[in-house]
Nanobody, 123 residues
Framework: VQLVESGGGLVQAGDSLRLSCTVSGRLFSRLAMGWFRQAPGKEREFVAAFNWSGAITNYADSLKGRVTISRDNTKNTVYLRMISLRPEDTAVYYC?????????????????WGQGTQVTVSS
């Protein structure tokens, strides 16, 4: 399974951004998909996830209301929409996949990871 993130960049505080993660190599509809982020000097942090069927979503409490995860099975792509961005949202954002998984917050339960995309929010 290969995951490729895109959509990161340099934005200003208050801006919105949509990240994409395109998956190849395995039946996308069987994959639980998650987004994580890692800021410099900090541990990887859960952002949002879908379970494998897409029926269940899970969000980090600190980010609820500002992020939305969605998926398009016809494009083998999962999205992360972020609004009202803040400088503290600056991080490398990673997508992850787990076959028939739940919408777990635990990074260790995901088997496949992308290379990450940098998001930098200036004040």
């Amino acid at each position: 399974v290969q995951l490729v993130e895109s959509g990161g960049g340099l934005v200003q505080a208050g801006d919105s951004l949509r990240l994409s993660c395109t998956v190849s190599g395995r039946l996308f509809s069987r994959l639980a998909m998650g987004w994580f982020r890692q800021a410099p000097g900090k541990e990887r942090e859960f952002v949002a996830a879908f379970n494998w069927s897409g029926a269940i979503t899970n969000y980090a409490d600190s980010l609820k209301g500002r992020v939305t995860i969605s998926r398009d099975n016809t494009k083998n792509t999962v999205y992360l929409r972020m609004i009202s961005l803040r400088p503290e949202d600056t991080a490398v954002y990673y997508c992850a996949a787990d076959t028939f998984g739940g919408a777990t917050m635990k990074a260790a339960e995901y088997d496949y990871w992308g290379q990450g995309t940098q998001v930098t929010v200036s004040s």
